[in-house]
C-alpha cells in the first residue's frame, strides 16, 4: 500500500493528509478526445471459438429429460429451473471445482425484426386547409415557437424572483437528481423544444385533427425550414474511418451502425412500438376517449396498488438490482430544467397547486392528489411534483410529435460504468494503468475496499449524510455522495454497492491484463479491461438475467438464447437498436413491483446484522463508508428474496421515495410511472393488449385475470365512475 495513484481521491484519516498528500478536490486531467490505441487495427478474422467440451459424467441424472454434462454452474444459467428441481445435479468438474449436470442450451428460432410504425400511418385523408400547408406556414410557426421559449425564460426568471423554486433537500431536490441531464441533453432539449412549439402552434393555427397530424407535418425537413440550424448534431454525425474499423465502442455509442452512425447513441430519442398518442397529436397529455382528462395517476396508485408481502419463492433480490443495473446502463430520461439547469418546480412548497400562469412555461405535467387521498391527505397534499421529460431532436430530421431523450447510450455497454459522454469519461479515468478513479479506503491491516469516487454536488443535492436520528452518530466528514457513468449510483445502497463491484472488477482486469500486456499503454489497458467487462455484463444478461425473467422457451422463440458455442451471425444492420419509449416509460418499470421495503445486511455466517428502510438511505450511502459492509449488502442480495412481480408495490416507494428526513412523506413512484407514460404519450392499456395480440378489454371483469374483482370492481366503480364500464381509457 503506497501513496495514492495520481487523480485517485482518497478519503483517509487527517494524519495522512498531514503526510503531504493533496487534498480534494483533485483537479480534473484536461480532456482531450481519448486517443485510440495504435491504429491501425485489422478485424481479427472471425473464426468460430472452439467450445469448451464436458464429458458426461456417469452420476449426473437427466433434467428435464434430457442427457446433461457436468458443467461450471454458470453454464447452466439457462437450466435453473429445472436444474433446482432436480435431485442430485451437484457434480465435481475435472478440475476438482464443483459444478452443475444440465443439458446443451437449447437452439434459438431466428426472432423477427421489429419496425416502428411510420410518422404516416395508413391512408389519411387530409383537410383541404391542412393538405396545402407549406413552408411559409412552417416558419411563421417556428418564429412563434422561439418567441415561447423566450417566454418560457423570463418565467423562469419571474418565479425565481418569486421565490418559487425547489427546496433543498426535499423530495423533488432528490428526484431532480435522479433525473438530471448531463449538458449536452439541455442543448438538445431547448432545440428540439423550438421543433416542438412549431409542431403545437401549427396544429392549433390549422386546427389540424389530431389523426391528420402525422401526415400534415412530417412532409417537412427541418433543413428545408428556419429550424434547419437546430438538431444539426443529428444530421451532421460522423464517424471517421478509424472509428468504425475501432475493436472498441465509442463512448457515446455512436458510430456503431456503419451508415446510421446516430443509431444508439446518447442523447438520441427513444424509438416506439406504437405510434405516439398525445391529445393534440404533438405532446398534450392523452385524454380518454371521450375527450376528458384521465383520472389522476395517484387515484390510479391508490386504487390498484396495495403493499403487501410476498416475497418469491426463487428469486433473491440480485434480481431485482441486476435489473435496475441494466436500466440505469441503457436509459436514463433526464428532465426539463430551467434554462441555467436549476430544478423546476410544479407545485407549491405546502403541496398545493401553482397557478397556471407559474407552470406556462410547459415543463409540468403535476399530480392532482384527491382531497380524500389514503395517506397524503393528511400532509394536506393535494399536488404532486411531476417534470416533463426533456426532448430529444427526432433522429428523421422531420416535423413532427414529441420524442424523448435518452441521455444513455442506448446499448449494454456498461455506459454507467464508463459515462456517456467523452467528458465524463475522462473524468472517470486515472490515466494510468487503464484504471478507473476510485475513493481509496483503507480497512484494518491491508485490507483495501475502494469505493466510487466522491460527486461534489450542487448544493440543492440533498446531504449525502444519514442524520444522526437514523444512524445514530454525528454525520461524517468524510462521506461523499459517489460519481459513475450514471447520475443514479448511490440511489440505494444495493445499486451503489452493484457500481462498486463493476468498477472494482474493471480495476483488477486492468491489472491483470498489465501483468500479462507489459507494453500496452494506458489507454489499451482501459479499452481492453472495459471491452471484458461489458463482455461480462452482456452475459449475466442473455444466459443469467433474461431467462429468469423471460424463460427460456419464450428466450429460445425470440432468438435471445446465448449458443452452447461459437456465435451468432444475427446482427442486423437494418434494425435500429434504440431502446422504445414503451419499455423505458411503461414496462422495465415492472421491477419497482419487487423492491424490497427494507435491505438486508448479511454477514458470512447468513445471519441478518441489520435492516436498512429505503426512506433514509436514498442518495446516502454512508453505510458503505464501513468496513465490510459492502459484503454484508452483497450476501444480502444473494439471499433475500424479491417480492413477486404484482400489483403490490412497498410504501417506501409509493409514500416515501425521498423522503426529507422528519417530513413523514415522499413521492409515490407508481403514481410517477402512470404519469411519465402519458408525459410520454404512450397509448392506452388496451391498445398494447391488441399489439401483443391478447384482445382488447372492454368490460373491467375481462381484467379478472390480472385485478381482483372482488377487490377492484366495486372501487373501480367508486373512483372511475364515468368510465366505470369502459377500460379503454
Ligand atoms: C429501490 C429501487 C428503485 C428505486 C428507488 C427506483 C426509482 C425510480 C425513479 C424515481 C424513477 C423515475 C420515475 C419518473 O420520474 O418517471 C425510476 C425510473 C425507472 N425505473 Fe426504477 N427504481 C428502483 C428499481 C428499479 C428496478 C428494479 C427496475 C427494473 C428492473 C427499475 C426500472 C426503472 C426504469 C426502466 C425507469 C425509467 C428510467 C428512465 O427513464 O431513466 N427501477 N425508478
Ligand atoms: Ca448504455
Known amino acids: 500500500y503506497g501513496p495514492p495513484r495520481q487523480h485517485q481521491y482518497v478519503v483517509q484519516d487527517a494524519a495522512y493528509y498531514r503526510r503531504g498528500y493533496p487534498q480534494p478536490p483533485y483537479p480534473q486531467p484536461p480532456y482531450t478526445q481519448p486517443p485510440y490505441p495504435q491504429p491501425p487495427y485489422t478485424q481479427p478474422p472471425y473464426t468460430q471459438p472452439t467450445a469448451p467440451t464436458y464429458e458426461p459424467v456417469h452420476y449426473c441424472p437427466n433434467v428435464a429429460g434430457l442427457e446433461t454434462r457436468c458443467r461450471p454452474t454458470k453454464d447452466c444459467a439457462v437450466w435453473y429451473d429445472e436444474t433446482l428441481a432436480t435431485p442430485y445435479t451437484a457434480c465435481q468438474l475435472s478440475d476438482g471445482n464443483a459444478g452443475s449436470c444440465c443439458p446443451d442450451i437449447p437452439s434459438n428460432t431466428k426472432g423477427t425484426p421489429f419496425k416502428e410504425p411510420p410518422a404516416c400511418q395508413g391512408e389519411i385523408q387530409l383537410d383541404d386547409h391542412v393538405g396545402c400547408l407549406d413552408v411559409f406556414s412552417v416558419n411563421a410557426a417556428a418564429d412563434a415557437g422561439e418567441l415561447e421559449l423566450r417566454l418560457h425564460k423570463e418565467t423562469a426568471k419571474r418565479l425565481k424572483d418569486s421565490d418559487i423554486v425547489v427546496q433543498a433537500a426535499s423530495p423533488r431536490a432528490t428526484h431532480a437528481r435522479f433525473s438530471n441531464p448531463s449538458d449536452h441533453a439541455r442543448v438538445v432539449n431547448t432545440e428540439a423544444f423550438v421543433g416542438v412549439h412549431t409542431a403545437v402552434v401549427l396544429v392549433k393555427r390549422f386546427k389540424i385533427k389530431t389523426e391528420q397530424v402525422g401526415c400534415a407535418l412530417h412532409k417537412f425537413k427541418l433543413t428545408d425550414t428556419d429550424l434547419d440550424k437546430k438538431c444539426t448534431s443529428i444530421s451532421k454525425a460522423h464517424c471517421t474511418e478509424h472509428q468504425l474499423n475501432s475493436p472498441y465502442r465509442t463512448i457515446d455509442g455512436s458510430c456503431n451502425n456503419e451508415r446510421h452512425f446516430v443509431w444508439g447513441r446518447a442523447a438520441t430519442q427513444y424509438h416506439r412500438m406504437l405510434a405516439s398518442d398525445y391529445a393534440d397529436g404533438v405532446w398534450a397529455p392523452r385524454t380518454g376517449k371521450n375527450g376528458i382528462e384521465l383520472p389522476s395517476a395517484r387515484l390510479v396508485s391508490t386504487t390498484l396498488v396495495r403493499d403487501e408481502d410476498k416475497p418469491s419463492e426463487s428469486t433473491t433480490i440480485w434480481f431485482m438490482q441486476y435489473g435496475q443495473f441494466l436500466d440505469h446502463d441503457i436509459v436514463s430520461t433526464p428532465e426539463m430544467t430551467n434554462e441555467d439547469g ?384 369502459k377500460p379503454n381509457t
Open 342 to 725: 436549476t430544478p423546476v418546480t410544479c407545485c407549491s412548497e405546502d403541496g398545493k397547486h401553482l397557478e397556471n400562469e407559474d407552470r406556462s412555461h410547459g415543463k409540468c405535467l403535476p399530480i392532482d392528489v384527491p382531497t380524500n387521498d389514503p395517506f397524503f391527505a393528511k400532509f394536506g397534499r393535494t399536488c404532486i411534483q411531476f417534470v416533463r421529460a426533456s426532448l430529444a431532436c427526432r433522429t428523421d430530421h422531420q416535423l413532427g410529435h414529441a420524442t424523448q431523450l435518452n441521455d444513455n447510450t442506448h446499448f449494454i455497454d456498461l455506459s454507467l460504468v464508463y459515462g456517456s459522454n467523452d467528458k465524463l469519461a475522462s473524468e472517470l479515468r486515472t490515466r494510468v494503468n487503464g484504471e478507473l478513479n476510485v475513493t481509496l479506503k483503507q480497512g484494518r491491516g491491508f485490507h483495501k475496499f475502494d469505493l466510487l469516487p466522491p460527486n461534489e454536488g450542487s448544493p440543492l443535492h440533498a446531504p449525502c449524510t444519514l442524520p444522526r436520528e437514523v444512524s445514530g452518530v454525528e454525520p461524517p466528514s468524510n462521506v461523499r455522495c459517489f460519481k459513475a457513468g450514471d447520475g443514479r449510483p448511490d440511489v440505494t445502497p444495493n445499486m451503489a454497492t452493484s457500481q462498486i463491484i463493476f468498477l472494482r472488477e474493471h480495476n483488477r482486469l486492468a491489472k491483470e491484463l498489465a501483468q500479462l500486456n507489459p507494453s500496452w499503454d494506458d489507454e489499451r489497458l482501459y479499452q481492453e479491461a472495459r471491452r471484458i467487462l461489458i463482455a461480462q455484463a452482456q452475459h449475466i444478461t442473455y444466459n443469467e438475467w433474461l431467462p429468469i425473467l423471460l424463460g427460456r422457451s419464450k428466450m429460445a422463440q425470440l432468438g435471445l438464447l446465448p449458443l452452447q458455442s461459437g456465435f451468432s451471425t444475427d446482427y442486423d444492420d437494418h434494425l435500429n437498436p434504440s431502446i422504445l419509449s414503451e419499455f423505458v416509460a411503461g414496462a422495465f418499470r415492472f421491477g419497482h413491483s419487487m423492491v424490497q421495503g427494507k435491505a438486508l445486511m448479511v454477514n458470512q455466517q447468513r445471519s441478518v446484522e441489520e435492516d436498512i428502510q429505503l426512506r433514509h438511505h436514498f442518495f446516502k450511502p454512508q453505510t458503505l463508508y464501513t468496513p465490510g459492509n459492502l459484503d454484508k449488502y452483497l450476501i444480502g442480495l444473494a439471499t433475500q428474496p424479491t417480492q413477486k412481480v404484482d400489483l403490490s408495490f412497498t410504501k417506501e416507494l409509493t409514500e416515501h421515495l425521498f423522503e426529507e428526513t422528519g417530513m413523514g412523506f415522499g413521492l409515490d413512484l407508481v403514481a410517477l410511472n402512470i404519469q411519465r407514460g402519458r408525459d410520454f404519450g404512450l397509448g392506452s392499456y388496451n391498445d398494447y393488449r391488441e399489439l401483443c395480440g391478447i384482445g382488447r378489454v372492454t368490460i373491467y371483469d375481462d381484467l379478472a385475470d390480472l385485478i381482483d374483482p372482488v377487490v377492484c370492481n366495486p372501487c373501480f366503480q367508486k373512483n372511475f365512475g364515468h368510465q366505470a364500464t
